[in-house]
């Protein structure tokens, strides 16, 4: 599982990313990022700002139109959390990013490696794998 610290749970960044961030796609996975150096103009007011820029938090949404199967959306989430969890525990991600992936439903017919591979070169896309 991903640490506590790096989920985006709260409304307001998931607003935030979905209103300011960049879209970048490929087959099965499509990414939302926002670089936060960058959209300091909207950051809480009651925030600090250092801290705020020196954040990563990650967000995976399979929605219904993947599967109407909770147990293959779920599969699919788990699968693409441990990727991301795997390069959080090496340091291979940069800091200061929002980070929301959003599944496509032909995500259904893939492996772990295939997903793994694809989540990679999102990320390296977006310049945010180091």
């Known amino acids: 599982m991903i640490p506590l610290n790096n989920r ?3 409304t307001r960044d998931f607003n ?16 939302k990022s926002l670089e936060l150096a960058k959209n ?6 009651k925030e600090d700002p250092d801290k705020f820029v020196k954040q990563l938090k990650l967000a995976f ?8 199967s909770a147990v293959k959306r779920n599969r699919v989430r788990r699968q693409m959390s441990e990727v991301v969890r795997l ?3 090496e340091d291979k991600l940069k800091i ?10 032909e995500v259904l017919d893939k492996n772990y490696a295939e997903i793994s591979q694809e989540i990679k070169l ?9």
């Open 96 to 105: 200061g990013y929002y980070l929301m992936f959003v599944a496509k439903k």
């Open 122 to 130: 999102l990320l390296s896309k977006t310049k945010v794998l180091l």
């Open 8 to 10: 985006l749970r709260k």
């Open 40 to 45: 300091q103009d909207y950051f809480p007011k």
């Open 61 to 68: 949404s399979v929605g219904l139109k993947v599967s109407k």
């Open 16 to 31: 935030l990313v979905i209103k300011h961030g960049r879209w970048v796609s490929n087959s099965f996975l499509t990414l």
């Open 87 to 89: 390069l959080l525990k």
